[in-house]
C-alpha cells in the first residue's frame, strides 16, 4: 500500500507531504509563518503511528507552551483515535518534570520535590541574601536571581561562575547558598528542572541509551527559540549521528529565524545553523505557501521583515487574494484608543465573529490595564493571558502553601508563606529566632520549631500540630476533598469570608478546587495513587529487576516491557522501585507551578483574547488588533538604541502582523499613561515600513499631535518627565528567568484592578444570562 496515500494526508501541498513522510533521519524545517510548520509537525507524528514505525511511547515532542502542547495533543487527538499517554508531549520544563519525577533518586531529589515559580523563587533569594548578610540595596534579590538562572542555563554550578567585581562575587555566594537552600528544603526553581535533566543524562550512559532507543522520533517546534541548555537537552535525548553511522534516530526541528523572539533570554538562532552541520541535515525543507493570512495581511508582514538584514532568507506568498486593507488607527490617547477599540469589536461580534477570534496584542503587559477596563465596563467577556497567573495570586498561593506542605514539611518558602497566616500571633521576633535556629543547626524550619523557647515557640508547636493534622486528616481523601478541607481547617475560608473584599478571593478558592478537578479528568488520576509515566521502564520500574548499562533493548511499544536482561545491581537501580507512585496531590502541585495562566476564564468561555505579542506566538485569530505602535513602546524603548534589539523588535512585530487571518488592526496613540506618567509619543518607524498600498487610514492621517488630550499638550513627540525611563523599568530586557512558559513580555506584570475577577464574572454571567 502507498503510505503517503492516507486520509490524513490529504490537503498538504508537496513539500509539506514531503516534509512529513521523510525518512527517520534529522530533519530541519526552516519556513515563515503560517506555512504549516506546526500542521506538519503534528501530522507527523500521527503519520508515523498510523503508519506503525512507531507506538505512542516512541515519540517526544517539544513545543514552547503549554497552551500549544495542549494543541498538539488536542489536534492528535482528533486524528487518531487512540491512547496517547505513553507519548511525550509538553515544553522542556513539563518533559523534564515527568523526566526527574521518574528518576529523582538518580537525579538526588526528595522524591516529592515541589517546584519553585519565577515569584517563590527570587522570595527565596531574598532569603539567602538576607542570612548571607550582603546589603539588599547594593545586590537586590531580582537581579540575583536572574543571574542564577542565567548561569544555570549556561550549565554552570556557583563554582564556576566568574568573578570579576563585588557584585559578581556576592552573586556567586548567593547562587552557592541558594542552591544549599533549595536542597535542604527539596524544591527546584525552573531552570533547575532542566539542568538537573541535562546534567543526569550527561552523567549516566545507559540512562541516556535507554532514552534515546525508547524515543524513535524527536520532534521540536519553535526552534528558533531555544536557549544553549535547551539545545543541550535535545542532544541528550536525540544525540547527532557520529561520523560515517546512519542516523539512529528521526530528530524533526521546525522554526522559523524570522520570529526568534527571545535572544533576549539567551534564544540562539544559530543554533538552527549549528543543528544543520552538527546533525549532518542533508537537505534543508522550506515552505513558502502562507495558508493562514489574506494577502494585504502578508504583504504587510513581508515588507516589514525585509528591513531586517540578519536572515537565513525565505520567502512566503499565499493564494488567498488580498484580502481587506490592514487598518490603521490614530487616536488622541490610550483611553481614546481603547474605546475606538471596544467599539470596533463589539461590531465585529455582531456581524458574526466570534469573541475568541478576536485579539488584542500589545507589547507589555502595563498596556492590558486600560484596554481591560475599557473592555469592563461594554460588558464584553475577556481573557488576559500571561498577566497575573491564576496561581500566582496571593489566596491561590497560600492554599498551594498548606497543600505543599502536607507533602513536604520541610518546604521553608511555603512554611513562611503561612507559619503567620491567617494571623495567629506569630511575631516577627519569634520568626527570627526560629530562622536564625535552623541556620545554625542546618535544619529546616519545621525542624527547628522546639528549638524556640516560650510562648513564640509554643505557638509555632500549634502550627506545626496544624499541618499534622492536616496531614493526618486528608490521607486517602480525593483532591477535592484535601482542598476543600485544607481552605477551612486552615482558617483561610474564614480569615476571606471576614474580609471586606473577601468574596473574590474565595471565588478564586473555589476556582482552585475546580482547577484540581480538571487536572484529575485531563489526566487520568483516579481517587488512588497514580502510576507516573516511567512505564517506560518495564519490569525494571516495577521493582524486580535492575537496570544494568548495555543490558536494554529498545522498546517496540508503548506498553511492551522492555527486555531487561538479568543483571547485578548496578548504578542505575530505577528510582521507579519507589518512585513511580506519587499522590495525585503532588502531582497537581507540580502542574500549579507549571502552569501558566490557562484557568482565567472558564473553559469554553466566548471571550476576547489579550495577550503580550510573545504570548500570541504560535496562534492565530481571525481578527487581530496590535495596539501601542508607538516609539518607545514597539519598538520598545530599551531595544531602540542598538541594532540587534532592533531587528528582534522587528521579528516580534512580525510575529504579530502574522497571527492575522482575514483582519489587521494597526494602532498607535499621542499620549499614553504608563507607570504612572504621561508620556506623548510618535508613532511607530514600523507603521512606515508597511506597503503603502496595502493599509487604510481610519482617523485622519496624520492629526496633529497634543490636540484634544485630556493630559494637555506638553513637549510633543517627546517624553515627559525622563523619570518614567528609570523607575521600575530600569532593566526590562533583562533575562526574566522561568518566563518561558508564563509567557511573559519582558516587563512585569501589569496589577489587574482588584475588583476585576468578581465583576468579570458578573459580566460573563450578565452577558450569558441575556
Ligand atoms: P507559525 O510560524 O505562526 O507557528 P506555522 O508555520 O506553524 O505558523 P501552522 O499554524 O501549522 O503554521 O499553519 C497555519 C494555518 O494554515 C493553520 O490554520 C493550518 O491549519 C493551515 N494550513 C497549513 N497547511 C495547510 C494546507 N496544506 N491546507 C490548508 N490549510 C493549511
Ligand atoms: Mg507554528
Redesign the pocket.
Given at each position: 500500500h502507498d503510505a503517503t496515500a492516507l486520509p490524513l494526508l490529504r490537503?498538504?501541498?508537496p513539500e509539506?507531504l514531503a516534509a512529513v513522510t521523510q525518512p527517520a533521519e534529522p530533519a530541519l524545517i526552516l519556513?515563515?509563518?503560517?506555512?504549516?510548520?506546526?500542521?506538519?509537525l503534528t501530522t507527523r507524528i500521527a503519520w508515523l503511528i498510523q503508519t506503525g514505525q512507531v507506538s505512542p511511547g516512541g515519540i517526544l515532542a517539544v513545543t514552547f507552551t503549554n497552551k500549544a502542547a495542549k494543541e498538539m495533543l488536542t489536534r492528535l487527538g482528533t486524528l487518531l483515535p487512540i491512547n496517547l499517554r505513553g507519548m511525550w508531549v509538553g515544553t522542556f520544563h513539563g518533559l523534564s518534570n515527568r523526566f526527574l519525577r521518574a528518576h529523582w533518586k538518580l537525579a538526588g531529589l526528595p522524591q516529592a520535590f515541589q517546584i519553585l515559580d519565577a515569584t517563590d523563587s527570587v522570595s527565596a533569594v531574598k532569603r539567602v541574601v538576607k542570612a548571607l548578610g550582603i546589603p539588599e540595596e547594593r545586590c537586590p534579590p531580582k537581579p540575583a536571581s536572574w543571574a542564577i538562572a542565567n548561569a544555570k542555563e549556561a550549565g554552570l554550578r556557583p563554582g564556576q561562575l566568574p568573578i570579576h567585581d563585588e557584585l559578581s562575587r556576592w552573586h556567586a555566594e548567593i547562587y552557592a547558598a541558594y542552591e544549599d537552600q533549595c536542597a535542604r528544603e527539596g524544591v527546584v526553581d525552573f531552570a533547575e528542572l532542566l539542568l538537573r535533566t541535562v546534567e543526569l543524562l550527561e552523567r549516566e550512559p545507559a540512562l541516556r541509551t535507554h532514552y534515546q532507543q525508547r524515543f524513535r522520533h524527536v520532534l521540536v517546534d519553535?526552534f528558533q527559540d531555544t536557549n544553549t541548555l535547551q539545545y543541550r537537552w535535545l542532544q541528550c535525548f536525540a544525540p547527532p549521528p557520529a561520523r560515517g553511522e546512519a542516523p539512529g534516530q528521526g530528530v524533526f526541528a521546525v522554526g522559523?529565524d524570522d520570529?526568534s523572539i527571545y535572544a533576549f533570554r539567551g534564544a540562539q538562532v544559530a543554533n538552527m545553523a549549528d543543528f544543520e552541520q552538527l546533525y549532518r541535515v542533508r537537505q534543508v525543507v522550506k515552505l513558502e505557501r502562507n495558508?493562514?493570512s489574506h494577502g494585504n495581511i502578508l504583504d504587510a508582514a513581508n515588507h516589514l521583515i525585509a528591513n531586517n538584514s540578519r536572515r537565513l532568507g525565505k520567502n512566503l506568498r499565499t493564494e488567498a487574494g488580498a484580502g481587506e486593507p490592514v487598518r490603521v488607527q490614530e487616536s488622541a490617547t490610550d483611553f481614546a484608543e481603547a474605546q475606538w477599540l471596544v467599539d470596533e469589536a463589539r461590531q465585529l461580534h455582531r456581524e458574526g465573529s466570534p469573541r475568541k477570534e478576536i485579539a488584542v496584542l500589545y507589547r507589555s503587559n502595563a498596556q492590558s490595564r486600560v484596554v481591560e477596563s475599557a473592555l469592563f465596563n461594554a460588558g464584553l467577556p475577556y481573557k488576559v493571558y500571561g498577566g497575573l497567573r491564576f496561581f500566582e495570586r496571593a489566596e491561590v498561593k497560600h492554599a498551594l502553601a498548606y497543600l505543599r506542605l502536607i507533602e513536604n514539611p520541610d518546604d521553608d518558602t511555603s512554611f513562611l508563606r503561612v507559619v503567620n497566616f491567617p494571623a495567629r500571633g506569630i511575631g516577627a521576633r519569634t520568626l527570627e529566632q526560629l530562622v536564625d535556629a535552623a541556620r545554625a543547626s542546618g535544619r529546616s524550619l519545621h525542624q527547628a520549631i522546639d528549638a524556640v523557647p516560650g510562648k513564640g515557640g509554643a505557638s509555632l508547636g500549634a502550627f506545626r500540630k496544624l499541618v499534622e493534622g492536616l496531614r493526618e486528616a486528608t490521607a486517602g481523601l480525593t483532591l477535592r476533598e484535601i482542598i476543600e478541607h485544607v481552605v477551612e481547617a486552615s482558617g483561610l475560608a474564614d480569615h476571606y469570608r471576614a474580609e471586606k473584599e473577601g468574596e473574590e478571593r474565595l471565588e478564586n478558592l473555589g476556582e482552585l478546587v475546580n482547577a484540581a478537578e480538571a487536572f484529575v479528568t485531563q489526566e487520568g488520576f483516579g481517587k488512588d495513587a497514580i502510576a507516573l509515566p516511567v512505564d517506560e521502564l518495564g519490569p525494571a520500574a516495577a521493582g524486580s529487576a535492575p537496570i544494568a548499562p548495555g543490558t536494554l533493548a529498545a522498546p517496540r511499544s508503548a506498553d511492551e516491557p522492555l527486555a531487561v536482561a538479568p543483571a547485578a545491581p548496578g548504578p542505575l537501580t530505577p528510582d521507579a522501585e519507589t518512585g513511580e507512585i506519587i499522590s495525585p496531590l503532588a502531582a497537581f502541585l507540580s502542574h500549579a507551578s507549571l502552569e501558566a495562566g490557562d484557568n482565567q476564564a472558564q473553559a469554553g468561555e466566548d471571550a476576547i483574547q489579550l495577550m503580550t505579542v510573545h504570548a500570541a506566538?504560535?496562534l492565530?485569530f481571525d481578527q487581530v488588533f496590535i495596539t501601542g505602535l508607538e516609539e518607545g513602546l514597539f519598538p520598545h524603548e530599551n531595544a531602540m538604541s542598538d541594532s540587534d534589539g532592533l531587528e528582534e523588535e522587528r521579528r516580534l512585530m512580525y510575529v504579530a502582523i502574522?497571527r492575522a487571518r482575514k483582519r489587521l488592526y494597526l494602532s498607535f496613540s499621542q499620549s499614553r499613561m504608563l507607570h504612572g506618567q504621561v508620556r506623548y509619543h510618535v508613532k511607530s518607524r514600523f507603521l512606515d515600513e508597511l506597503p503603502e498600498g496595502a493599509l487604510k487610514w481610519l482617523s485622519p492621517r496624520q492629526a496633529g499631535f497634543g490636540h484634544g488630550s485630556p493630559y494637555g499638550s506638553g513637549g510633543a513627540g517627546h517624553w515627559r518627565g525622563d523619570s518614567g525611563r528609570s523607575g521600575g523599568d530600569s532593566g526590562r530586557r533583562e533575562r526574566e528567568p522561568g518566563a518561558s512558559w508564563g509567557h511573559r513580555a519582558s516587563e512585569a506584570p501589569a496589577t489587574p484592578p482588584s475588583w476585576l475577577g468578581a465583576a468579570q464574572a458578573q459580566a460573563a454571567a450578565a452577558s450569558t444570562g441575556a
Open positions: 490537503g498538504l501541498n509539506q519556513a515563515g509563518a503560517g506555512s504549516g510548520k506546526t500542521r506538519v519553535e522559523d520570529q495558508y493562514r506566538k504560535g492565530e502574522t
